[in-house]
């Protein structure tokens, strides 16, 4: 028999401040249930000026380390959108935060929202050669988009580490994957720009293409039907974009679909998503600890994962949670991450984008302490990014 592989841990980050949907919508004169049942958010999480996609990555790794020691992972995935570097691997700023061994791979991935579930894959091929492996997986994004736009409501930050290892204490990966790759300019970034530069609509649909055709490429590799998933995470910009997939898909499949129906597969992945708002690479990973954290008992129960990043790249799989599961999960510290958040109003949310967009224009700066994360972003130094640990 072969041995299974697939997530050994799993652990969450995300910034130190929060904007309610709520005082966004009041500022904005717009009607809150636009935000609240329209694209279905009620927060999105605000950096401080002293964390970026480094410090949130080292925030979400640390407790997996501490668990299992700084030795065991040999390769360490970083996937981003939001990257701080064109060159240097933000994970190499973690190997002296996190203490990691010299011994260590380190590299950063990047294909909008889909790179991690790229790490993921990857990750799967090194424990298949060398089970005695175990790899660090990290996603890690801060999702800002130009003010008074409509992606303005879909911006957030966040960060999820797992670990993939053979005989994995969470969930065992099914080995069937479906793969689409299309060349569309629904979102994207030239490395002049700080913020995305995108198209809303085009970018729900070519989402939703996406989604139909990873399907019909998992199914067609021998994966299982959409009738024997007890729940359905999706890459979640906003959470009525699972909803809206997942009519999609059905209906795709001439099933109907009913918003009860739907509901019952989708809203135990919505509750990090809906509160922390868009983390890209991050996104379909806090939906799966979203799922896992309050499903139910999923045990031998079939979860399908349809990561998506603009560009575009789907990917269509599943992964089993394995006897035992809930002892390894950390829900009521996921739970006390996002509930420390530091509510701000709509006029410091503006105050602290604009400051965090000059910082993104270079120049030596001292950072003042303002986050209450365990790591920081302490100045930028002759080109350098300068963390501490605390
Ligand atoms: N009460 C209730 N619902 C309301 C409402 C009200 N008062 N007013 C509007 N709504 C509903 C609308 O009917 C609509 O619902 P449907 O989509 O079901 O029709 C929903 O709220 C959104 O309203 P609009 O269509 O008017 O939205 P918008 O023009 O403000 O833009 C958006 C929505 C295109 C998603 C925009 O937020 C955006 O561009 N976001 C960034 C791009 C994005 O997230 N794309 C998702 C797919 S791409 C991807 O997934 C990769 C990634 O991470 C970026």
Not at 102 to 114: D, F, I
Not at 357 to 364: I, V
Request: net charge negative; glycine share 8%; charged share 20%.
């Amino acid at each position: 028999m072969t041995t299974a592989i697939g997530i050994h841990d799993l652990s969450l980050a995300t910034t130190h401040y929060v904007l309610e949907h709520a005082a966004l919508a009041e500022a904005q004169g717009t009607d809150g249930a636009k935000y609240r049942s329209g694209i279905g958010q009620e927060a999105m999480s605000i950096p401080a000026l002293d964390e970026d996609i480094v410090t949130l990555a080292a925030s979400a790794a640390a407790p997996i380390l501490a668990r299992h020691g700084r030795a065991e992972p040999s390769t360490v995935l970083l996937a981003t959108e939001s990257g701080v570097d064109q060159s240097k691997s933000a994970g190499l700023y973690l190997h002296s935060l996190l203490d990691l061994p010299r011994c260590t791979r380190m590299v950063e991935l990047k294909q909008a929202c889909y790179a991690a579930t790229a790490a993921l894959q990857f990750a799967v091929g090194l424990v298949a050669r060398d089970p005695a492996q175990q790899i660090l997986v990290i996603a890690t994004d801060i999702a800002r988009y130009d003010l008074d736009t409509p992606a303005e409501a879909t911006q957030g930050a966040g960060a999820v580490a797992f670990l993939v290892a053979a005989d994995p204490a969470i969930a065992a990966l099914d080995p069937v994957s479906g793969l689409y790759s299309d060349d569309v300019n629904d979102f994207w970034r030239p490395n002049y720009r700080g913020t995305p530069i995108v198209d809303g609509k085009l970018s729900v649909h070519a989402y939703l293409t996406a989604t139909e055709h990873a399907f019909a490429h998992y199914r067609s590799g021998g994966g299982r039907d959409l009738d024997r998933f007890a729940a359905f995470c999706y890459h979640q910009p906003f959470t009525e974009m699972a909803y809206k997939a997942h009519r999609h898909l059905l209906e795709s499949q001439g099933e109907v679909a009913t918003r009860e129906a739907l509901a019952e597969k989708l809203a135990p992945t919505t509750h990090y998503n809906r509160v922390i708002g868009n983390s890209y690479t991050a996104s379909l990973y806090l939906a799966l600890a979203s799922v896992l954290d309050h499903g139910g008992d999923l045990t031998g129960k079939p979860v399908a994962m349809l990561s998506y990043g603009s560009g575009a790249v789907a990917e269509f799989f599943s992964a089993v949670p394995v006897p035992g599961y809930r002892r390894q999960l950390r829900t009521t510290d996921n739970r006390q991450t996002i509930d420390a958040r530091k509510p701000v109003g709509y006029h410091r949310y503006r105050e602290l984008y604009h400051a965090y967009s000059a910082l993104g224009k270079g120049g030596d700066r001292t950072l003042p302490v303002e986050t209450g994360a365990p790591f920081r972003l302490a100045a930028i130094d002759g080109h350098q990014r300068i963390y501490e640990a605390r």
